[in-house]
């Protein structure tokens, strides 16, 4: 699994962007994945995930409604739609791939990393 996390960049407050994770090697079909960010000065933290088939989702309290993650296994990439976003959505954003076949909340769930894509909410 090697992970490319694209798609980042500069919105304005109220706006979107969509996220994309794409394993250049194709062999994370079987592995949940999930999307965290790192704001500035603080920690990692969980924002959605997503089981290898697609069924299953979770979100983060603080983006659910909000956000929308999705798999397109034939392509192997995950996807993070970013609708009406805030400020305090500025971040870090990286993808990983689970060690099982459903995603979770727990950083340490994860064993492969993406570089991270930064996004920039501000007017």
């Known amino acids: 699994v090697q992970l490319q996390a694209s798609g980042g960049g500069l919105v304005q407050p109220g706006g979107s962007l969509s996220l994309s994770c794409a394993d250049s090697r194709r062999t994370f079909n079987n592995n949940g994945v999930g999307w965290f960010r790192q704001a500035p000065g603080k920690e990692r933290e969980f924002v959605a995930a997503?089981?290898?088939?697609?069924?299953?989702?979770f979100y983060a309290d603080s983006v659910k409604g909000r956000f929308t993650i999705s798999r397109d296994n034939a392509k192997s990439t995950v996807y993070l739609r970013m609708n009406n976003l805030k400020p305090e959505d500025t971040a870090v954003y990286y993808c990983?791939?689970?060690?099982?076949?459903?995603?979770?909340?727990?950083?340490?769930?994860?064993?492969?990393w993406g570089q991270g894509t930064e996004v920039t909410v501000s007017s």
């Open positions: 997503i089981s290898w088939r697609g069924d299953v989702t």
């Open positions: 990983a791939a689970a060690r099982s076949s459903y995603g979770s909340r727990e950083i340490n769930a994860y064993k492969y």
